[in-house]
């Protein structure tokens, strides 16, 4: 039996963890990917590109994808609707290419309840609180009150990893960088529930 439909990787961590260095690290090495992007129905500014930065629809089109159960999750936000939009993901996951979600617990919980049969999640995470606010100073863009806030957010972060189905410590980066390898490419290999039940029931035929 062929297993030729796409599959889902979640990564969550604290803001500073590395996700995006780690991913940078791997992606030419674990095939085709679509890493999902927001749905809003606000204008495109200079220097956006629809597709790249976010997908930009109507509001129209946004309420309608509502009423269809299109959205993994959504918000209005001062007059305007972002959400993560189940179409491109659905056309990715049929073209064979591995969806990668950047995103917290919560939505990682909304995931797994729709789409866990083909979904592998991975938290990544500092070896340490202190090394977390070390990384947070280093990087220089963020006020010391909103480094508190990130250092907060990441302890209650941290209590939700048996959440997920896999942990890296991202301690040294290229140690980090070949686990998530392996584990996107594991990602690959998940069979959907019904592409189980089609195995099960051409395993009983007999000729």
């Given at each position: 039996?062929?297993?030729n439909?796409?599959?889902?990787?979640?990564?969550?961590?604290?803001?500073?963890?590395?996700?995006?260095?780690?991913?940078?690290?791997?992606?030419?090495?674990?095939?085709?990917?679509?890493?999902?992007?927001?749905?809003?129905?606000?204008q495109?500014?200079?220097?956006?590109?629809?597709?790249?930065?976010?997908?930009?629809i109507s509001?129209?089109?946004?309420?309608?994808?509502?009423?269809?159960?299109?959205?993994?999750?959504?918000?209005?936000?001062?007059?305007?609707?972002?959400?993560?939009?189940?179409?491109?993901?659905?056309?990715?996951?049929?073209?064979a290419?591995?969806?990668?979600?950047?995103i917290?617990?919560?939505?990682?919980?909304?995931?797994?309840?729709?789409?866990g049969?083909?979904?592998?999640?991975?938290?990544?995470?500092?070896?340490?609180?202190?090394?977390?606010?070390?990384?947070?100073?280093?990087?220089?863009?963020?006020?010391?009150?909103?480094?508190?806030?990130?250092?907060?957010?990441?302890?209650?972060?941290?209590?939700?990893?048996?959440?997920?189905?896999?942990?890296?410590?991202?301690?040294?980066?290229?140690?980090?960088?070949?686990?998530?390898?392996?584990?996107?490419?594991?990602?690959?290999?998940?069979?959907?529930?019904?592409?189980?039940?089609?195995?099960?029931?051409?395993?009983?035929?007999?000729?």
């Amino acid at each position: 039996m062929d297993h030729n439909s796409g599959a889902i990787l979640v990564l969550s961590g604290p803001s500073g963890a590395g996700k995006s260095t780690l991913l940078k690290e791997v992606i030419n090495d674990i095939g085709e990917c679509y890493f999902s992007i927001s749905t809003t129905t606000r204008q495109i500014r200079e220097g956006e590109s629809n597709g790249v930065d976010y997908h930009f629809i109507s509001t129209k089109e946004f309420q309608a994808d509502i009423d269809d159960g299109m959205f993994l999750e959504y918000a209005l936000v001062h007059g305007n609707y972002y959400g993560t939009s189940l179409k491109p993901v659905r056309k990715a996951l049929k073209a064979a290419k591995l969806v990668i979600f950047d995103i917290d617990v919560q939505g990682n919980e909304i995931i797994s309840k729709r789409l866990g049969d083909i979904s592998t999640s991975v938290f990544i995470s500092p070896p340490t609180l202190n090394e977390l606010k070390t990384r947070l100073k280093g990087r220089k863009t963020d006020t010391e009150d909103v480094i508190v806030a990130r250092l907060e957010m990441a302890k209650q972060e941290i209590q939700r990893i048996s959440e997920y189905d896999y942990l890296i410590i991202n301690d040294e980066l290229k140690t980090a960088a070949n686990r998530l390898k392996v584990i996107a490419q594991a990602a690959r290999l998940k069979f959907a529930d019904n592409e189980i039940d089609e195995f099960k029931q051409k395993w009983e035929d007999i000729d």
